[in-house]
């Protein structure tokens, strides 16, 4: 494959929550990130405080395999729930 390419677009900066990002050739993915917001999560035991950020991945199921995109969203996500990890990696 040639010419293609994988785009990162924000809107959390204008109060974007969520969207849908839009494939535009030659992109095979983008992935969308919304403004992130403390949000309630039961741990089990009892609501905790914890930072949310919203993330959308859209791809072209002709050149990615829709396993490897989930794949790939759980690797970020894991990545972003350790910050520190990233530093020494």
């Given at each position: ?27 095979v ?7 992130s ?15 949310m ?18 794949r790939?969203?759980?690797?970020l ?9 990233l530093?020494?990696?």
């Amino acid at each position: 494959m040639q010419g293609g390419c994988f785009t990162i677009s924000s809107l959390g900066s204008i109060g974007g929550t969520a969207f849908t990002p839009i494939i535009n050739a030659p992109e095979v993915a983008i992935l969308g990130v919304s403004r992130s917001s403390m949000r309630p999560v039961w741990s089990g035991e009892a609501f905790e405080p914890r930072l949310m950020l919203p993330v959308s991945l859209s791809y072209d199921h002709r050149v990615i395999d829709g396993a490897e995109a989930v794949r790939f969203t759980r690797f970020l996500a894991e990545q972003l729930e350790d910050p520190d990890g990233l530093m020494l990696a």
